[in-house]
């Protein structure tokens, strides 16, 4: 009879048990958001480039996929396995993802053996026990589960932090590999002129035997020689310190050895002129501040629920004797305990209350930093758009001056043969054609850098796999 009671008494407890705990639904989360002081001063323009009527299947990502190339492909799956940041990042959250576990036992009955043995001094009597002793705290308000599902969401967080960890070696990856590449070009690029410059050097030094050409002519050719030689050097070491951040970033030895390929894949796609506003909210950063605010949430709760009464269920099976030489059996004198305890916060001079106010102030802030997160995003993808149509701008300007500067100097070159111009000129528009190349291959690298920021500020769906 008492046995039953017990049972019924025990399992009427656990139906109403967590009565106070509620769960960071969606629209939990949405409300607080919606209380954010930095969210309420932002208002989208109607003709802004995020279109609420897009949906994220729909947009194509073409754009980014100019970009892809065997060798970036292994290089980026080579980073992913043996980066140290992303290695590092791992063991981390293989970290949360016990602590989320260990914080889920706390919901369920403990169970401990205990085994010991005592001496009477006055009478000289020992007494030896053995007993298997289990205690449970009922979840009456939630805080045990406000607390698993509070390591539930930081776990979450770092799953998100450790994504958008990778997203970032990926992007760092393919930004090394696109400046190597636009560093093998310039030495192409500058080699090439070298052996222009020393051609028309020999030419020169024939001239001046036949008397069509002098000694300045030579001087100013040996000049410009010597400073493309200079310039090549300068080059040539900003270019092996690129390989040697590609290797680190793979997770090799950083000797600066590693070979890329000497040209730019060409660009085709056009970026999409109207982007889904619901794409913003893959990014990793965001959804990493999100299951803080779940967690911010829940914490909160465990809060109030700590200055509420808890009620413990204990309970215990053994044997126990005196003067005995052995315990040969755990019936020969078996013991059964069950009891209970309610114990109930009276007077710790506030600190529970304080402790409520810090929660809260902590959601609060935990609020504020999503919507900060949310407005840099919202700058970051408005900076990259802006970035990039310029930049394809001023690719078409900079390749028009380059066609011009080329009909120049072989223009230059006809008239040095009438002797109506000289090797000053020829090389001043020589040195002016180099300075546009130049300079459209650090466009055509800004360019593909560009794409890589927006693809990222846009969530880098499938960038490990770029």
Known sequence: ????????????????????????????????????????????????????????????????????????EALINEGMLYN????????????????????????????????????????????????????????????????????????????????????????MIAKAYFLNIAGNIQEDKIESYIQESQNLEKLYSIQKKVGTANAL???????????????????????????????????????GKLTTQDSFNPVKNKIPESIPLSL???????????????????????????????????????????????????????????????VSPLFNNGKLKKNVEIKNSQQKQTVEEYSKTVLNALNETESALANLRSVEKQIGYSQNAIDELKNNITLTHKQIKVGTSNSFVLIRKQRDLLKNEMNLINLELQNRIERINLYMDLGAENLISL
């Open 84 to 171: 140290a940041d992303i290695i590092i990042a791992k063991e981390r959250l293989n970290q949360v993802e016990l602590a989320m576990e260990i914080a889920g036992t706390d919901l369920y009955p403990s169970v401990n053996a205990v085994a010991n043995t005592s001496n009477n001094l006055v009478s000289g009597s020992q007494i030896r026990s053995l007993a298997l002793k289990a205690n449970w705290e009922l979840d009456i308000w939630g805080k045990r589960k406000s607390s698993q599902m509070a390591s539930t969401s930081d776990y979450f967080s770092a799953v998100h932090q450790n994504i958008l960890l990778r997203q970032s070696i990926a992007g």
């Open 1 to 72: 009879m008492y046995k039953k009671l017990i049972i019924s008494g025990i399992i009427s407890v656990s139906l109403m048990s967590c009565i106070g705990y509620k769960e960071a639904t969606k629209e939990t989360t949405d409300h607080l958001k919606e209380k954010s002081e930095i969210i309420s001063n932002i208002k989208i323009p109607d003709n802004w480039i995020f279109n609420r009527n897009v949906t994220s299947d729909s947009f194509s990502y073409e754009w980014i996929n100019d970009l892809k190339s065997p060798q970036l």
């Open 217 to 255: 002519d030579l001087s100013n050719i040996s000049a410009e020689i010597i400073s493309l030689k200079g310039y090549l050097e300068k080059v040539k070491n900003a270019n092996i310190q690129s390989r040697r951040t590609l290797e680190l970033l793979t997770g090799k030895y950083p000797e």
């Open 280 to 342: 913003l909210e893959k990014r990793s950063d965001i959804q990493v501040q999100h299951f803080k605010i779940e967690k911010a949430f829940y914490e909160v709760q465990q809060a109030n629920a700590a200055r509420l009464p808890s009620l413990n269920i204990s309970a215990s099976f053994g044997t126990a004797g005196s003067n005995v030489d052995a315990i040969n059996s755990l019936f020969s004198n078996p013991l059964l305990k069950v009891g209970g305890g309610l």
